[in-house]
């Protein structure tokens, strides 16, 4: 595998699940992110990982819960979402935060 | 924090002719100013970018252009052809993670 990758690509969940977005980067980058991207918002930065420490949180509700165990991995965790949480979730790295970002394909999340 | 507006949200054109999308930003302290490609279904994919140190940049038919006293830079595309129906999205960044911003994207459609 190269580049970004995210699992699933696809996920429907009622309210009161708990689910979890993997993201995996094989490019040795410094820099993790999860966007949302909506019609609403296109590309809405939610969190930011540098070296596995957490060092934005865009004011995400808390039923979102990121996790970084290393610089390779980030995931993000899902509980009691709404359904305006539908949106494709986008994971992308990038060495140092100002260069070009990688994104995965992204994990389509229907919320029912 | 840094606010990205991005004009026009939808461009239609001939192909052959060019296109011009226009960005500006807040904050004086952005460094980076890079611009994303989505092919409808894909991730964005960076075309292009360019730093605070330069003018203007160019890639075949592709070009971006910064003023940094005006705060704003643009993208210009000439001689459009169909593959380059897109949503274009413009961010800028700096040394500060949060700062990472994208403008709400230009819907570009090039007809045959």
């Known amino acids: 595998e190269t580049g970004v990758t995210q699992t699933p690509r696809h996920l429907v969940m009622g309210m009161t699940n708990k689910k979890s977005l993997k993201c995996e980067q094989h490019?040795?980058?410094?820099?993790m992110y999860w966007y949302k991207q909506s019609a609403k918002k296109p590309l809405e930065l939610m969190f930011v990982y540098s070296l596995e420490e957490r060092v934005e949180n865009n004011s995400v509700p808390s039923r979102f819960s990121p996790e970084c165990p290393n610089s390779s991995h980030l995931f993000l965790h899902l509980h009691t979402l709404q359904p305006e949480d539908s949106a494709l979730y986008l994971c992308a790295s990038s060495q140092d935060y100002t260069g070009e970002l990688f994104f995965g394909e992204g994990s389509r999340l229907t919320v029912l | 924090g840094e606010n990205v507006e991005q004009h026009p949200s939808t461009l239609s054109v001939q192909e052959g002719d060019s296109a011009v999308i226009k960005c500006t930003y807040s904050?004086?302290?952005?460094?980076?100013f890079p611009w994303y490609k989505q092919e409808l279904g894909k991730r964005p994919q960076l075309i292009i970018d360019?730093?605070?140190?330069?003018g203007e940049k160019k890639d075949q038919r592709i070009a971006v252009t910064l003023n940094k006293t005006a705060k704003h830079f643009s993208l210009h595309i000439t001689e459009t052809q169909p593959e380059d129906s897109a949503v274009y999205f413009c961010?800028?960044?700096?040394?500060?993670?949060?700062?990472?911003?994208f403008g709400d994207g230009t819907t570009l459609t090039v007809k045959p």
């Open positions: 360019i730093r605070s140190n330069v």
């Open positions: 490019l040795g980058h410094n820099a």
């Open positions: 904050d004086s302290a952005s460094n980076y």
């Open positions: 961010a800028a960044s700096g040394t500060n993670a949060g700062k990472s911003t």
